[in-house]
């Protein structure tokens, strides 16, 4: 079956630790996103990518780092810089940056202590 | 003000109820629109695009209004497994063709 996946579901780490939140899909899809969602607040965009080995900041960039190696992988690392990591967070992908939907994987919920 | 503001909810409807969602956005130049539904602690997925003309599907009708800027959700006969946050989703326009979420409205079909 074509998807997305996240993993894993549920993270915890301990404050002042980087982390690395998988997401990996196999749609052949070009253009992928990562998202984080608080309570009370709508998805809010971290990093997207058009194409592989190109990555642009959305709007919450500080404190994490991504990579796009691989068309079919698109990893987000929470770092230390940080402030407020705890969330939900969300990988999306589209076959370009110009399709309207966008398919969302299972999402990954961290918690730092 | 919000680029996508919501009515954050919770509506509390009956079975059988019609319950309509409003969604209003801030950017005239804004090309598409949408409604996502996420369950509890689930992703979140396209519900419908909503089209100028007004669209619908099933028991569900969206409408967009682009003098007002105004984008709804009508869910008829709801059913228990309606219960979900509904989002408003707007597309920017020109070079920023991102997605814009707006936080949702919270649905509670009751038996």
């Known amino acids: 079956d074509g998807g997305i996946t996240q993993s894993p579901k549920y993270l915890f780490r301990k404050e002042g630790q980087n982390v690395t939140l998988s997401c990996e899909q196999n749609l052949n899809h070009d253009a992928m996103y990562w998202y984080r969602q608080d309570p009370g607040q709508g998805l809010r965009l971290i990093y997207y990518s058009q194409i592989v080995n190109d990555f642009q900041k959305g709007d919450i960039a500080e404190g994490y780092s991504v990579s796009r190696e691989k068309k079919e992988s698109f990893p987000l690392t929470v770092t230390s810089a940080q402030k407020n990591p705890t969330a939900f967070y969300l990988c999306a992908s589209n076959p370009t940056d110009w399709d309207n939907e966008q398919f969302f994987g299972p999402g990954t919920r961290l918690t730092v202590l | 003000r919000k680029e996508v503001e919501q009515d954050p909810g919770p509506f509390n409807v009956p079975e059988g109820a019609t319950v309509a969602f409003n969604c209003t956005y801030s950017?005239?130049?804004?090309?598409?629109f949408f409604w996502y539904r996420q369950d509890c602690r689930k992703e979140p997925k396209l519900l419908m695009s909503v089209y100028s003309s007004g669209n619908e599907d099933g028991r569900f009708t969206a409408q967009l209004n682009r003098a007002s800027q105004y984008i709804s959700l009508l869910i008829r006969d709801s059913k228990l497994s309606d219960s979900a946050t509904y989002l408003c989703v707007v597309k920017g326009a020109g070079a920023t063709n991102k997605l814009i979420f707006g936080t949702g409205t919270l649905l509670a079909v009751q038996p």
């Open positions: 950017n005239s130049a804004s090309q598409s």
